[in-house]
């Protein structure tokens, strides 16, 4: 991502024109698309071969009237959930990759901060979800499809909060 010397000096000043307001904002969508792949490409495979199995196994044992018992050691107050991902299980994955590679994207130190986290919850978030509605495509279930406009307006965020970190950075 390439910013200009005049688009640093304003952000040093506490401001931010439009146009680093879109080249921010189409690096918060690559983030979220680069993340969103390679989660999918790891969980997608497991929950078709689990969800295959398991009508595989249905079918197994409907067909030849036998019984089979699945045993399952599971927390009591928590269902275990094979079709869907968590944005906490998103943030683990991602640790501190985030905000070490926006600083290395951006060529200035990050350090982590209540801005850095924001921002990782913000983006753990958004690939949470559209990892859970292709998910929800390979598993046939029913989907809620939400609004398009609340990326935007998640986008917005993760861009203040990229402005927040760039304005430490600068500082």
Not at 88 to 111: I, K, R, T, W, Y
Not at 129 to 150: C, H, W
């Amino acid at each position: 991502m390439d910013m200009k010397e005049s688009q640093w000096a304003l952000l040093a000043m506490g401001h931010v024109d439009s146009d680093t307001v879109i080249l921010l904002t189409d690096m918060c969508h690559n983030i979220i698309q680069t993340v969103y792949h390679l989660v999918l490409d790891v969980v997608a495979p497991q929950v078709y071969g689990w969800t295959w199995g398991q009508s595989f196994n249905e079918s197994a044992s409907d067909h030849n009237k036998a019984s089979v018992t699945m045993h399952r050691i599971e927390s009591p107050h928590q269902e275990r959930n094979f079709h869907t991902v968590t944005e906490d299980d998103v943030q683990a994955s991602l640790g501190d990759s985030l905000h070490l590679c926006l600083g290395e994207m951006l060529d200035v130190a990050v350090e982590r901060s209540d801005n850095t986290n924001q921002l990782l919850q913000l983006v753990a978030g958004e690939v949470a979800k559209e990892v859970n509605r292709k998910l929800a495509d390979i598993t046939q279930l029913t989907s809620s499809r939400q609004a398009e406009g609340l990326l935007e307006s998640l986008t917005g965020d993760m861009v203040y909060h990229v402005v927040k970190i760039l304005e430490t950075c600068l500082a």
